[in-house]
């Protein structure tokens, strides 16, 4: 039964804060508590402008709403979000989340506690108490609200010990004093401390010998700062919609956070053995090869992968007639199977933008690919050449890519799929096939001299006021534009990072629907909270040196911290 709203003074402490503030919006006013009421599992606020905007990266939104809620025996979760809901939010189809709110009375989970907090010089804040200990605590910190930045600072202990955060190469303890972890999928060969091709906004805590956890559910490009005692989230829009996990184990804080987000799918037994992979073959005969090699030198061989090498002029659902010709494919297959062993193909998803290519007539007939600002298609550049992007959130994508990988795979009935190039990865910057002959293949960007085009910082999609720390010239760079259009009307700008966690999806139901009692194995390089129910990952690209081994060996920990073991 839902309690009256009570006094306000009897949940609010009042703070003094002295010195610097962390942030990069130190002098903006924060915000007051217009209300107050308890909730049957927590309370809610609504929450005012304190003061004059500050406009500093954006348009200060003036009234929000603020949602704590005790959902399990081990999570709490705090929202904070715009009065009128027009911010982008992640909806529940694309990453359904455990909406439980199991705490009856609202008082405590798994020993966290919530409660706000007001200053005069910087307006309310929260903590996430654990007994009487601050696990999260903003006060003192002016909450930043605008349409195109949020920015939320919490204290940390001196020296605090942060594992997760990612994608990004480094090593597996992030750095407390001087970290920032950029979240922006990007094709990047795992440069060291940069952002690569997933984004997973959560870490774990190891305080006083517990560990405890938080979440930001949020897909919009962000950096978070580990520096002089504190956690600042600095975030291009959306809302701040946390998460916080009581452990008190690592093991405890993976539990939790899965719950929340998706258990880890179960892989098939074969994909934990041995398997061979890579880039470069140059017939299907090479790859027997291969795999003999394995068998005369005694070593126990579970899967061979196969490359965009088979394809025919790198097309998705295609066979190159003269080096990996259909039949050769199929008989390479029935031999590993007769041993017991697996194939594994590759797919991306960009699609060649060719009439004359029947993946893409159907695509178009059925409007499934991504769409510029002015509605005309989104062609890219990727390896067949000018390319068509998938837009997963059209009505038709799911039925067209079930229908694309059903025709493929009844020509070759592959046990498991490699999904590439789904941050999503384009070579050119922008538009660049529109009004380009069909099937033309232009040289690849880096074997050329053009020139990068001329930034558009006019337009706030395409140059947000606060730059992230994405190492390219804009965030358009390497995939699809910002300012590109979704069926839902949402610009890409809002939903980049969650390409390859959707493609995964409709991959995986399509695998699903065609064996339902097969455990299916997809492997995606882009990730996103939640993609481990759904795919398996790997590290990307690298050098192959001694120090890509050692940080293989971080990353693998990272993604057990974000649900994805394998």
């Known amino acids: 039964m839902r ?77 904070i979000e715009d009065a009128a809901r027009a911010q982008y939010q992640i909806p529940d189809a ?81 750095d407390p004093r001087n970290t920032t972890r950029t979240l922006w999928n990007r094709d990047a060969p795992d440069p060291f401390r940069e952002n690569v091709y997933g984004s997973h906004a959560v870490y774990m805590e190891l305080r006083g010998g517990q560990f405890h956890g938080a979440y930001l559910h949020n897909s919009h490009g962000m950096d978070v700062v580990l520096t002089d005692g504190a956690i600042q989230y600095r975030v291009l829009g959306g809302t701040a919609d946390f998460y916080f996990f009581a452990g008190p184990t690592a093991l405890d804080v993976a539990d939790q956070y899965t719950q929340l987000v998706g258990r880890p799918s179960q892989i098939p037994y074969w994909a934990l053995g041995l398997h061979n992979c890579r880039w470069g073959y140059r017939s299907v005969g090479e790859v027997d090869q291969v795999i003999a090699n394995y068998s ?140 380009r002959p069909a099937g033309e293949v232009p040289e690849l960007p880096w074997l050329t001299d053009r020139p990068h085009r001329p930034v558009n910082r006019s337009n706030p999609l395409l140059a947000p006021p606060y730059a992230i720390h994405n190492p390219e010239a804009e965030l358009s760079d390497k995939t699809i534009e910002t300012t590109a259009l979704h069926a839902n009307g949402v610009a890409e700008y809002h939903v980049h990072n969650l390409y390859g966690l959707m493609e995964s999806r409709l991959t995986r139901d399509a695998l699903v629907a065609r064996q339902p009692a097969a455990r299916p194995f997809v492997l995606s390089r882009s990730t996103f909270a939640g993609s481990g129910a759904v795919a398996s990952h790997w590290t990307g690209d690298n050098s192959a040196t001694w120090l890509d081994l050692h940080l293989s060996i971080a990353t693998v920990l990272d993604f057990g911290v974000f649900g994805i073991p394998m």
Not at 297 to 321: G, H, N, Q, V
Not at 348 to 353: C, H, K, M, S
Not at 404 to 412: A, P, S, Y
């Open 3 to 79: 309690r009256a709203a009570r006094a306000l003074p009897a949940l609010l402490c009042a703070v003094s804060v002295a010195g610097h503030r962390e942030g990069l919006a130190s002098d903006c006013p924060g915000y007051r508590v217009a209300h107050f009421a308890d909730t049957p599992h927590g309370f809610s606020a609504a929450l005012t402008l304190a003061g004059p905007p500050c406009n500093v990266f954006g348009t200060d939104i003036g009234d929000l709403l603020l949602h704590a809620t005790y959902e399990t025996s081990g999570r709490l979760h705090v929202h």
């Open 94 to 174: 694309v990453l359904p989340l455990d909406r439980r709110c199991g705490v009856e009375g609202g008082s405590s989970s798994g020993g966290l506690r919530v409660k706000l907090v007001h200053s005069e010089e910087s307006g309310v804040g929260f903590q996430v108490l654990r007994g009487s200990e601050a696990i999260f605590d903003t006060a003192g910190r002016p909450l930043v609200f605008e349409d195109q930045y949020i920015e939320v600072t919490s204290r940390l202990p001196t020296d605090a010990n942060i594992y997760g955060l990612g994608e990004t190469p480094d090593w597996f303890r992030r």
């Open 296 to 435: 005369q030198a005694r070593i126990p061989l579970e899967a061979a992968w196969t490359d965009i090498d088979y394809m025919d002029a790198r097309r998705d659902f295609t066979f190159d007639s003269g080096a990996f010709p259909l039949a050769g494919m199929q008989r390479q297959l029935a031999e590993l199977h007769a041993r017991g062993q697996k194939m594994v193909l590759i797919v991306d998803p960009a699609i060649q933008a060719n009439g004359s290519y029947a993946p893409y007539a159907r695509g178009r007939e059925m409007d499934v690919f991504v769409r510029r600002s002015d509605g005309s298609e989104y062609i890219g550049q990727v390896w067949p050449g000018y390319t068509a992007f998938p837009d997963w959130f059209a009505p038709n994508a799911s039925r067209w890519w079930a229908g694309e990988l059903g025709r493929f795979l009844g020509e070759l009935p592959v046990d498991g799929l490699w999904i590439d190039m789904n941050e999503a990865s384009s070579f050119c910057t922008g538009s660049c096939g529109s009004g």
